[in-house]
């Protein structure tokens, strides 16, 4: 449609000029309102260029878009297989170390770990596998050297509970005494709070990178 008016217009105004010479009454019209016609001549000449650089800007920033959502297409691709699988099973593990944690913290903590050895067992094995996974490597060109470094915590924090645990087994084994499995859980329930710190920062992170790369994707 803005074709055709582009046209007309331009039609209209060659007819115009062409018919001057033509029709001396259209030529003594023209020659009275000369200055009058070649303003409003000059006005849409203006409207017309300023439409027309508009729409050329419009495109420009349209093609603009689409390079840089193509350039984008690799970045959010990995961070989708990083933080999809792992956001969700980092905030499963959180769950149960935190509340291992209170557990732990609590007056008969050690009473209650000897009683429950292998469920933490189970979870520890897990809670190492989770900040091991081969998923967050995917990503983690994209990590900041914060989340790096607490993703780097939390690996060397789920092998200092292995460690403890391993022990606290073997002293339960051996018949150890109340007083040192408590001191020995204690250390234990240090491990843990520093993976809980660590690997919250870090799934908190995850999330943050969810929502600057791919709010938008479902």
Known sequence: ????????????TLGAV?????FPVWMAWVDKFQ??????AAVAAAYLAIRQSQITDANSDRRHDQLME???RPIRLKIDRTVRPMA???AGALEDIERWQRRLSAANGASFLKDNVEEFHRLSV?????VND???QIGEDFFSGYMLDALRVSKEATSSIVEEFDQIRHMIKAGAGASELTKRTGRLQSAMATLAEHLGYFWVQLGQLERDYLAHIR
């Open 18 to 22: 062409v018919a001057i010479p033509l």
């Open 88 to 90: 969700e099973r980092i």
């Open 35 to 40: 200055t009058l016609i070649t303003g409003v």
């Open 1 to 12: 449609m803005k074709r055709y008016l582009k046209c007309g217009l331009v039609g209209g």
């Open 126 to 130: 897990h809670w190492v596998i989770v």
């Open 70 to 72: 193509l350039s984008l």
């Open 134 to 136: 081969h998923q967050l």
